[in-house]
C-alpha cells in the first residue's frame, strides 16, 4: 500500500531559523557564515521602500521573496517583515531597503497549499510569478487566483 504525501506546514524565516526580523536574519546568516558557505552579509544603511517591491511568495513551502534587482537571489521572510534585503546585490546597489508586498490571502494560500506535499507548495505558479509581481492578478490562471483569492 502506498504511502500518503505528507501535508506542508508553510514556513517563514521565524521557523526555518529561528528570527523574527530582518536584522536576526541578518545576524543569523553572519553567524553561520561559514557553515553555509556564504560571503560577509552586507548591512543596509536605511529604508527606501520607493526604491522596489519584493513580493512575498510560497516556493517549496517556505515564504520567500525573490530580488527585485533579478540578481538571482531570493530570500526567506520573517512573518510579521516589511522590508526586504538582498544580500546578493544590496538592493541593486542602492544600500537601502525596499519593500515587501504580501498577499492580502495569506492565510487563505497557507491552508490551500497545506495540502500538498512541500515540493509542491508553491504560489503563485511559475509562469504566475511575473504577472503578480506587475499586478496582472486578473491574468494569472484560474488556480493561482482561486488559492491567493484573487
Known amino acids: 500500500m ?5 501535508r506542508s506546514v508553510i514556513q517563514y ?40 517591491t519584493a513580493w512575498a511568495r510560497v516556493d517549496c513551502a517556505r515564504w520567500i521573496a525573490d530580488c527585485p534587482w533579478r540578481c ?4 526567506a521572510l520573517p512573518r510579521a517583515e516589511t522590508r526586504f534585503w538582498c544580500t546578493g546585490c544590496a538592493n541593486g546597489a542602492t544600500g537601502k531597503t ?18 500538498l506535499p512541500s515540493a509542491l507548495a508553491n504560489w503563485p505558479c511559475a509562469e ?4 503578480y509581481e506587475q499586478g496582472e492578478h486578473t491574468a494569472m490562471c484560474e488556480p493561482c487566483r482561486q488559492i491567493g483569492g484573487l
Open 2 to 6: 502506498p504511502m500518503p504525501a505528507r
Open 13 to 52: 524565516a521565524n521557523e526555518l531559523f529561528g528570527v523574527s526580523s530582518l536584522e536576526e536574519y541578518l545576524d543569523y546568516l553572519d553567524a553561520n557564515r561559514d557553515r553555509l558557505g556564504v560571503p560577509f552579509v552586507p548591512r543596509p544603511e536605511g529604508d527606501a521602500p520607493e526604491s522596489g
Open 72 to 75: 538571482g537571489s531570493s530570500h
Open 98 to 115: 525596499c519593500a515587501v508586498v504580501w498577499p492580502t490571502a495569506r492565510q487563505r494560500i497557507e491552508v490551500n497549499l497545506g495540502t
Open 128 to 131: 504566475d510569478i511575473p504577472r
